[in-house]
């Protein structure tokens, strides 16, 4: 099978804009977790969907938001770009998101904020 | 909240040799997981090993073991015959298994060299 696959890989924006980072699951997964990751504040979580539902939102502002398609496939948004939003931005996805699967992960797209 | 704390930032082993990374976390759940995510330099996290916390016999995957004491919120990861492509950061992770689907805790990892 082939793994999570994130798209794009590298992404440099400026402040005040927007960006969309893209996630295909491993097939069959229909959980995907978002996960952000910074140098100062590690690993943080931002959300999970499952069928198109959101179930689970970290601590992050309004301005980082999902979705999730049909086909498992999630996007990430974040408006309004900030310097602080620069960072590696991870997915990972499992069969159903419940606490016995195992999470796989994706490369991640590292974004720059400028 | 749960905490993973890592207090190892960087560590270093000698090829063959072993080294330990430790883990500790904080939590009042009695039902959890325990994982080991190696993240190599090309960024994408593999798990390396789990442990379910009502398990009592430690998990273990070829070189890879861990130690885990429950009563001492303890959780600690055995490399032996460490080789070059253990050279990576090292995630501890906890996720509780008490209210359906909850996301990883992460520790902030611990980065590991490999000497030739």
């Known amino acids: 099978k082939a793994g999570v696959t994130q798209t794009p890989r590298y992404l440099i924006k400026t402040r005040g804009q927007q960006v969309t980072l893209s996630c295909s699951p491993i097939s069959g997964h229909r959980s995907v977790s978002w996960y952000q990751q910074t140098p100062g504040q590690g690993l943080q979580f931002l959300f999970e969907y499952f069928s198109e539902t959101q179930r689970n939102k970290g601590n992050f502002p309004g301005r980082f938001s999902g979705r999730q398609f049909s086909n498992s496939r999630s996007e990430m948004n974040v408006s309004t770009l900030e310097l602080g939003d620069s960072a590696l931005y991870l997915c990972a996805s499992s069969v159903s998101g419940m606490g016995t699967d195992t999470q796989y992960f994706g490369p991640g797209t590292r974004l720059t904020v400028l | 909240a749960q905490t993973v704390t890592q207090s190892q930032p960087e560590m270093s082993v000698q090829e063959a040799e072993t080294v330990t990374l430790s883990c500790t976390y904080d939590t009042s759940e009695s039902d959890y997981y325990l994982f080991w995510y190696k993240q190599p330099p090309s960024r994408q996290m593999i798990l390396v090993i789990r442990?379910?916390?009502?398990?009592?016999q430690n998990a273990t995957e070829n070189r890879f073991s861990v130690n885990f004491q429950k009563a001492a919120k303890s959780f600690s990861l055995k490399i032996s015959d460490s080789q070059l492509g253990d050279a990576a950061m090292y995630f501890c992770a906890y996720r509780t298994l008490n209210s359906g689907n909850t996301p990883l805790v992460f520790g902030k990892g611990t980065r590991l060299s490999v000497i030739a």
């Open positions: 442990q379910e916390a009502y398990k009592q």
